[in-house]
């Protein structure tokens, strides 16, 4: 149980374009959604904790209008790159906690903008 | 200040011997949970074994061993008996707080990359 489906697992994108990364819930209401971001060879870094309902919290230094982040309902949260420029290239990740249980990820988006 | 420090950037191992990657933490909360994931090169992470900070006994799973030692702010996984499909990173993590403090998420220490050797 406790299942994070994440899709797309690879994308690749132009410079200037958007991407759309999404994360479900599948067997269980995630009412927070956590998102990291790593580079290669480094360690999972929080980008921002989205709460279904209400806005995302962003942690310092990341940019809210540059990635949107949605969670409009208890079993999806979407992360959205806009603008996207090459050193956005990076490993996206998402995270739930569902209740009694420990941390479950989603299998991660591999962003490559060209 | 680096919450979770894993000193060991990478580490080899012989398979079928036993490997511990170190993992020192530091907060000032008496509740927080302590975990370890493994990330194959695929990316997915793996969670491993956890330990709450009220736990008095050391977690096992399997393979897996937590060597806590509160009072030194430690938290070492053990391998036993490796295998080469353990060949990975390794992260240790924190929550801190009995939910996790403001918003509940994972901190990560930079990694330990393990290499099985045959």
């Known amino acids: 149980g406790a299942v994070v489906s994440q899709h797309p697992s690879r994308v690749i994108c132009k410079s200037g374009t958007s991407v759309k990364i999404e994360c479900r819930s599948l067997d269980f209401q995630a009412t927070t959604m956590f998102w990291y971001r790593q580079f290669p060879k480094q360690s999972l870094m929080l980008m921002a904790t989205?709460?279904?309902?209400?806005?995302?919290?962003?942690e310092q230094g990341v940019e809210k209008d540059k990635f949107l982040i949605n969670h409009a309902s208890l079993t999806l949260s979407t992360l959205t790159v806009t603008s996207a420029h090459p050193e956005d290239s990076s490993f996206y990740i998402c995270s739930a906690r569902p209740v009694n249980y420990g941390y479950t990820f989603g299998s991660g988006t591999r962003l490559t903008v060209v | 200040a680096q919450k979770i420090t894993q000193t060991q950037p990478g580490m080899f191992v012989q398979e079928k011997e036993a490997v511990t990657l170190d993992c020192t933490y530091d907060t000032s909360d008496q509740s927080y949970g302590l975990f370890w994931y493994k990330q194959p090169s695929s990316g997915e992470m793996i969670f491993l074994i956890y330990q709450g900070s009220y736990d008095e006994q050391n977690a096992t799973e399997g393979r897996y061993s937590l060597n806590f030692q509160k009072a030194r702010k430690s938290a070492n996984l053990v391998i036993s008996a490796s295998q080469l499909g353990d060949s990975a990173m390794y992260f240790c993590a924190m929550r801190e707080g009995r939910h996790g403090g403001s918003q509940g998420n994972l901190i990560f220490g930079k990694g330990t990359k393990l290499s099985v050797k045959p």
């Open positions: 989205s709460n279904e309902g209400s806005k995302a919290t962003y």
